[in-house]
């Protein structure tokens, strides 16, 4: 369990000193933050170890930390304590996923105990994960960025030629697609997995102190300035620095960061220190940043040197064939999060899900999936009231499709139901499946049965 860890969140000083030292009496190796922020750039979906977090603190509590670290893997533990005697946080905590609740106060070997019990849990998950690639099963990256098409296919492909490589990658696609989530499997796949991940938005970082975040600062360096402080850069020393939407840095502040890229060193505010940096930089847009570069928004020499390796995100409308499967597989993932039994997902309701436009792609069918296990109605945008203008032949196909896919997730990617229930011919059904980029391939078929 050497390699295992404890991350200890707590933003009264005093405790979080005497509970770390406390855990380290029972062998247990814990790094301790005052912030539920900066665990989870520390958290990602091969974490090995455990969160132990206060829930009432300021910024960013505990409950939503938890969330916040099931959207990135919902088998990292999470242990929530308090000092308040509260049955209905429990109760909902619990339903939410998190490990254990404890009260304060609590005792050490208590404490000791539940975080050793979730440590070897975690082993478990990463051991069974492991094993689980080894023996040919659909590796982690295809559990998380599922999908048959081709454009799914090619993207996997190349995010595993270049994940073991330490080369600077933009990645490109629509909002919702998923960016960030290839960035993630991007650096937990390579060399720098047990180092942080940082995320920067650039579009929300203060244009005041934008600098100060970045790059740090030393003591006097500005009005307010009082104590030396490391930036985001610093933080992520040794892993992967994403800056999300890096089309909206300030064109002043992308010729700084152009030096940062090219000579991997940087240079505080108030300091002439130069301190090195070995970090990967990963950085996601969903703008077309040639144009931004024609346009004068963005320097084309930075651009040039982000995207030794590009990663193109498809969107939903570029994959409608891997819609029925990702729907029901987001379907389990919001039964799990939410601890819902799980739901049988008719044909119709499938079919209807495939035939809809999703201009919000995974992100607003992972909202579909969240409202038909919390029994909410699905019920189309806007975007949805308002259809598209569309030829009745493409109409038709798209129906056809539709069809075809949710016959094919509701009995596994078994053919030969498929073509019985649907009345026609195995060779009309392999035809029409080619036609519209389906694949018998999927995940839980019985080769021998499918026929």
Not at 140 to 145: F, G, H, P, V
Not at 257 to 266: D, G, H
Not at 288 to 310: C, H, K, P
Request: net charge neutral; glycine share 8%; hydrophobic share 45%.
């Amino acid at each position: 369990m050497s390699d295992l860890r404890v991350l200890l969140v707590d933003d009264e000083e005093d405790m979080r000193r005497s509970t770390a030292q406390a855990l380290g009496l029972f062998g247990l190796d814990v790094d301790t933050f005052s912030s539920a922020e900066d665990v989870l750039e520390l958290t990602g979906y091969s974490f090995s170890g455990v969160v132990i977090s206060d829930i009432r603190m300021p910024g960013m509590d505990g409950m939503t930390l938890l969330q916040r670290i099931r959207e990135v893997d919902a088998e990292i533990p999470v242990i929530l304590v308090t000092g308040h005697g509260d049955v209905q946080l429990a109760v909902k905590a619990m339903r939410e996923g998190v490990y254990d609740f404890l009260e304060k106060p609590f005792t050490a070997q208590h404490l000791a105990a539940v975080a050793r019990r979730a440590l070897d849990r975690r082993s478990l998950v990463l051991e069974n994960r492991r094993l689980r690639a080894v023996a040919g099963k659909r590796d982690d990256i295809e559990a998380r960025l599922p999908g048959r098409t081709q454009a799914m296919v090619d993207l996997r492909y190349r995010l595993r030629a270049i994940g073991g490589t330490d080369a600077d990658t933009l990645i490109i696609g629509e909002t919702g697609v998923g960016k960030e989530v290839v960035a993630r499997a991007l650096h937990d796949i390579s060399t720098r997995a047990d180092r942080p991940l940082i995320a920067i938005n650039c579009a929300a970082l203060p244009e005041n102190l934008i600098e100060s975040e970045l790059f740090g600062h030393e003591a006097g360096a500005f009005p307010g300035a009082l104590r030396p402080r490391y930036g985001k850069f610093e933080h992520g020393r040794g892993g992967t620095i994403l800056l999300d939407e890096i089309g909206s840095l300030p064109f002043d502040l992308q010729a700084k960061f152009l030096r940062v890229l090219q000579e991997r060193v940087i240079t505080r505010l108030g300091s002439n220190e130069i301190v090195p940096l070995d970090v990967r930089f990963v950085a996601t847009s969903k703008v077309d940043l040639e144009a931004e570069v024609a346009a004068g928004r963005f320097r084309a020499d930075l651009l040039y040197r982000l995207n030794v390796a590009t990663l193109h995100v498809p969107s939903l409308a570029q994959r409608k064939a891997d819609i029925p499967l990702l729907f029901l597989q987001l379907v389990r993932e919001a039964a799990a999060r939410y601890r819902r039994n799980d739901i049988d997902v008719p044909p119709s309701l499938i079919t209807e899900i495939a035939g809809r436009s999703w201009p919000g792609n995974v992100r607003e069918l992972r909202n579909a999936a969240d409202r038909l296990v919390l029994g909410l109605d699905l019920k189309p945008d806007e975007a949805q009231a308002r259809p598209e203008k569309q030829r009745l032949a493409d109409k038709v196909a798209d129906y056809e499709r539709g069809i075809i896919a949710s016959a094919l997730a509701a009995h596994g990617g078994a053919l030969r139901p498929v073509y019985e229930l649907l009345g026609i011919s195995r060779k009309t059904l392999y035809e029409k499946m080619q036609k519209y980029g389906l694949d018998k391939k999927m995940p839980g078929v019985d080769d021998d049965y499918a026929v």
